[in-house]
């Protein structure tokens, strides 16, 4: 029996431990020992406990940042290298307690991971999962040159974060992030939702779930919303994903083009997030960084279809005309005029969803991405059937 070892870099709720927990909660307890080290502790904890592994929260260790979704500040530079040391150490550790024969690195953040695995065990293999673009500077080429040197190979949630950090002759495989059909479904009620937030039923509601920040492009998808909003007075924005922090001056002009206007409606991060994607109609990705985007397959796996940005990520998400509509970067005009044409048009959207649903239960279905994840495994790593 192969031991495992899943290494996590956040406490916080997100995409990444959603994936892991998926992926933890498939492993076949036959072939594999599983164990899960977290290097933060928060609310993510929890969700990975309920993966069915034990989870142990670290200490002393940090992540070495260079991606495009956490960015780069002076300020954040000199804590990565900080905490580079005692993180290297303290991995040591960790790996001496575990004795795993596979670490799988949930971030390509997490090199120092891999590097204290060299140092205490060379044939340990080491599978880094690649779910961010790295950042094309300084603090992006450490992280691409430290896991090309202490990574044995790669598994990249989409192509365009795959070609960023560029597998150098590692063996490299490209599984999409996956959904859970059985809790991401086209039977899901959102009929509490709509009550909730006071919708009709003839509402037609887009949808934006994630942070509210410049890279995701809210500010400019609100505004382009309010132009549309008074011919459309059926259409309805739901905006969740605020933490409503004072000190958040981004959040603050997002709030600001709310104002005043009653068919938006701004939420905080909420835990019922298939409800609310069934409770919408389209589900909004206005990106302006490449990043892959989880809301788009979770929805298309309700059957609802997506509105994005051309960019890495969304464009590899959305089939044009297919399963969704794609806008240049910056259109924002595009885009309204794409929620007009799908959201008085209720054919094509019912078409688009059906398609974004096939598309989904092709690609993003985790019962098959978990298999080709522990297909990875067997066919470089362990050469055992799994």
């Known amino acids: 029996m192969k031991k495992v070892l899943y290494v996590h870099h956040s406490g916080h709720m997100g995409g990444a431990p959603r994936s892991l927990t998926y992926l933890i909660s498939h492993l076949d307890k036959q072939k594999f020992q599983g164990n899960v080290l977290t290097i933060r502790n928060g609310p993510a904890v929890k969700l990975l406990e309920s993966g069915g592994l034990p989870v142990e929260v670290a200490k002393g260790m940090f992540p070495f940042h260079g991606s495009t979704v956490s960015g780069m500040t002076p300020k954040l530079f000199i804590r990565n290298l900080i905490g580079a040391l005692p993180t290297y150490f303290q991995a040591k550790k960790y790996i ?151 000190n958040n001056a981004y959040e603050d002009k997002v709030m600001q083009a709310c104002k005043g206007n009653d068919q938006i409606y701004p939420l905080a991060f909420r835990d019922d997030v298939p409800q609310m994607i069934a409770a919408s109609d389209v589900m909004m990705c206005p990106f302006v960084e490449p990043h892959f985007s989880r809301s788009i397959i979770e929805a298309a796996s309700m059957r609802k279809p997506s509105i994005g940005t051309n960019i890495g990520g969304p464009n590899e998400l959305i089939l044009q005309g297919k399963t969704g509509y794609l806008f240049e970067a910056g259109d924002y005009d595009a885009m309204a005029q794409y929620m007009v044409r799908i959201g008085n048009d209720r054919a094509l959207h019912e078409k688009l969803g059906q398609q974004a649903l096939e598309f989904a239960q092709e690609n993003f279905d985790a019962r098959k991405n978990t298999k080709r994840t522990f297909e990875f495994y067997n066919r470089f790593f362990v050469r055992e059937p799994v």
């Open 96 to 246: 001496r307690k575990y004795k795993p024969d596979i670490i799988h690195l949930n971030s390509t953040c997490l090199f120092q991971v891999a590097r204290a695995a060299k140092k205490v065990s060379p044939e340990t293999k080491v599978v880094c999962h690649v779910r961010e673009p790295l950042l094309n500077s300084f603090a992006g080429n450490i992280l691409k040159r430290m896991n090309h040197k202490y990574v044995d190979g790669y598994i990249s949630i989409d192509q365009f974060d795959s070609e960023t950090v560029d597998s150098d002759g590692r063996e490299l495989d490209v599984v999409y992030n996956f959904v859970d059909f059985k809790s991401y479904n086209p039977d899901v009620n959102g009929a509490p939702v709509r009550r909730e937030l006071g919708l009709a039923d003839d509402d037609i509601v887009f949808l934006y779930i994630g942070r509210v920040v410049h890279g995701n492009g809210v500010l400019d998808m609100v505004n382009a919303f309010n132009k549309i909003a008074k011919d459309n007075p059926k259409f309805k924005l739901i905006v969740g994903g605020f933490y409503f922090n004072k």
